[in-house]
């Protein structure tokens, strides 16, 4: 048949997307636009060469990391620790957190090299169910909620300037940040070139920004502006601490995304872990400094009352020329958002891999060789959590089912040492770091429940809604005959709408 022919000469092309998309940073950082993806001579099966110096490790982490949070998180952290210096104790403290966490995963992802990171080392140690849940916690909770929050933020930053003097409406900024993803949508089934140029163009402007506040910050504080720094009013309650923890850790949240493509990482046992410790320490250093520069000119009070504080900033330090930081900041979220479309695709394609994923989500455009099912997923789900237009609700949202099922990842470290003692395991990492991250994981979790019992309540819903769709579709294995032709008839529909194919000439499987 001709669409087989079509398959079979663009099976290479197709799968390197597939395989590749989901690491924007890895095509940025490669600069020809390779993904390091090859094909063998027999079924148009990619292997990905590992291209990838510890510089391109570390530009992952850090082009990870660095995108909304850092213009976000500062009023929440503040709004529950009540001072600037312990909303600052918090800021490092999140980033020492992560960096354990990071650590943990670099035995992790020597040891268990399958795709999929996380989700690939709960699979290989509690199994097929454990797995599900992390994966749909990431498809269908973090991922898409993490898009709408920095939809929301470049909305904000936007309007902000039309509405100096109060909050942009709220149907105004929903509004906005709607149009914001499907332009990105539009881009992101275009052409993956496009998409991995806006990324490009967008983290520098992120960079840019954050080194213009930095750098007037630190003049300021060289001309004494300290005013702000005391303990006054600190909030010391365990369940606040634990609330400010969400909004600093969602500002780190990304320190993982290395793990997604070890693959592609060169001497990765010498590697992995020198990128994680210059990454992560690099990252805390430029977030606490930009919280340094906030509180040199902003009081507690105009930070906890401004919904876009770099804006606030901006008009209190360079007057005239205020307009450029919420211009730099929309092109810095702008480029978040992209992000996220571009990396979604990789962890579709390993839950599909593994048989827990719909298989149209895998499928490649056949004219323009993106993987247009999965952009349109996570937009249309994205769009979904806009109905919220409270993004510190959004935020602890993430915040619990990002750091529980990252939790049970790390969990696996100290299980697999008891269950798989023969393991090689080039990076072997000291028992006290997965102990303490367990600890600080259950800190972060469970108390919330108590100071925050709606938003975590609608997690813990939302992560057990899993358990049904599990049953159904995965674990159930005798499915009536009509049913799977009808989910076989959805996919062949949804391929022809859609326009496309698979890597593999093969029927669809429910």
């Not at 290479?12 to 636009?33: E, F, P, Q």
């Not at 650590?103 to 040891?111: F, I, P, Q, R, S």
């Not at 599990?470 to 005798?478: G, H, L, M, P």
């Amino acid at each position: 048949m001709e669409t087989e022919s079509l398959n079979r000469k663009n099976s290479s092309r197709k799968s390197s997307i597939v395989n590749g998309n989901g690491d924007a940073s890895t095509k940025l950082t490669n600069g020809d636009g390779d993904n390091g993806g090859g094909a063998d001579a027999g079924g148009g099966e990619v292997t990905l060469k590992a291209k990838m110096s510890l510089l391109n490790g570390c530009t992952v982490i850090v082009g990870s990391i660095i995108g909304s949070g850092i213009f976000v998180s500062p009023t929440g952290v503040l709004m529950y620790t009540g001072s600037v210096n312990l909303a600052l104790i918090v800021w490092v403290l999140s980033g020492l957190f992560s960096m354990v966490g990071a650590y943990c995963y670099a035995e992790l992802g020597t040891m268990i090299t399958k795709s999929g990171a996380d989700y690939a080392y709960i699979m290989e140690t509690f199994g097929p169910f454990m797995a599900f849940i992390r994966l749909w916690i990431e498809c269908m909770i973090v991922r898409p909620c993490s898009q709408a929050i920095v939809a929301l933020t470049f909305s904000t930053y936007v309007l902000k300037p039309f509405f100096p003097e109060c909050t942009p409406p709220e149907d105004a900024s929903r509004l906005l940040a709607v149009c914001c993803i499907l332009v990105l949508t539009l881009i992101n089934c275009w052409d993956v070139k496009w998409a991995t140029a806006v990324q490009d163009i967008f983290t520098y402007a992120k960079l840019f920004a954050l080194f213009i506040i930095i750098a007037t910050g630190m003049y300021q504080l060289y001309m004494g502006n300290v005013k702000y720094f005391t303990f006054d009013n600190s909030d010391t309650k365990v369940t606040s601490l634990a609330l400010s923890f969400y909004s600093g850790l969602f500002a780190y949240n990304g320190w993982n995304y290395l793990n997604f493509i070890i693959e592609e990482l060169k001497d990765p046992v010498k590697n992995l872990p020198r990128a994680i410790a210059i990454s992560c320490t690099l990252v805390t250093v430029v977030y606490v400094l930009a919280n340094v520069s906030f509180y040199t000119i902003l009081s507690p009070e105009e930070v906890l009352g401004s919904s876009a504080v770099a804006v606030t900033y901006a008009e209190r330090a360079f007057g005239m020329l205020a307009w450029t930081i919420p211009v730099f900041v929309a092109l810095s979220t702008f480029g978040a958002v992209n992000g996220i479309l571009l990396t979604s695709s990789r962890l579709f394609y390993a839950g599909a891999n593994e048989g827990q994923m719909p298989e149209i989500l895998t499928m490649i455009q056949i004219q323009r060789f993106t993987p247009t099912p999965a952009v349109l997923a996570m937009a249309f789900l994205s769009m979904l959590y806009l109905t919220v237009s409270d993004i510190f609700a959004l935020i602890n949202y993430v915040g619990f089912a990002t750091w529980l099922s990252i939790g049970v990842a790390v969990l696996c470290l100290p299980w697999l040492r008891w269950a798989q003692p023969n393991l090689p395991r080039p990076i072997r990492v000291p028992l006290v770091f997965p102990i303490v991250y367990l600890i600080a994981t259950i800190f972060v979790t469970v108390v919330p429940m108590y100071a925050s019992p709606v938003e975590t309540g609608y997690g813990i819903l939302m992560i057990l809604s899993s358990i049904p769709v599990y049953a159904v579709f995965i674990a159930w294995k005798n499915k009536p005959i009509w049913f799977q032709k009808s989910m076989v008839s959805l996919t062949h529909f949804l391929q022809k709408l859609l326009m496309v194919l698979g890597k593999q000439t093969k029927p669809a499987q429910v």
